[in-house]
């Protein structure tokens, strides 16, 4: 492994919550649209040499995580939180 950090570290408490999800208030989205495109396969291609299979699964969790806060503020608050 080339490096660690917490944002990769396989430990379930990363898993479970983001750090701060009530922090999230607006959201990038070209950001938004790249993430929902991001997916195990292209991953694994454009990064599978630099990052573990852990490491994988945490960011595709972590975007999981992410998106489902994004689209629940979305709805909540509508297109607002939005910026490009």
Same mark, same amino acid.
């Given at each position: ?7 990769? &570290?396989?430990?379930?408490? #990363? ?8 922090? *999230? ?9 790249? *993430?929902?495109?991001?997916?195990? &396969? ?8 630099? *990052? ?14 992410? *998106?489902? #806060? ?15």
């Amino acid at each position: 492994m080339l490096w660690n950090s917490e944002v990769m &570290a396989p430990v379930p408490e #990363i898993f479970d919550s983001l750090k701060s999800p009530w922090e *999230l208030r607006a959201f990038s989205q070209s950001l938004m649209r790249a *993430l929902e495109k991001l997916d195990d &396969a292209g991953l694994r291609e454009k990064c599978g040499q630099y *990052l573990t299979p852990v490491e994988i699964s945490t960011t595709l969790k972590r975007r999981d995580k992410t *998106l489902e #806060i994004y689209h629940r503020l979305v709805k909540e608050r509508g297109v607002g939180i939005l910026y490009p």
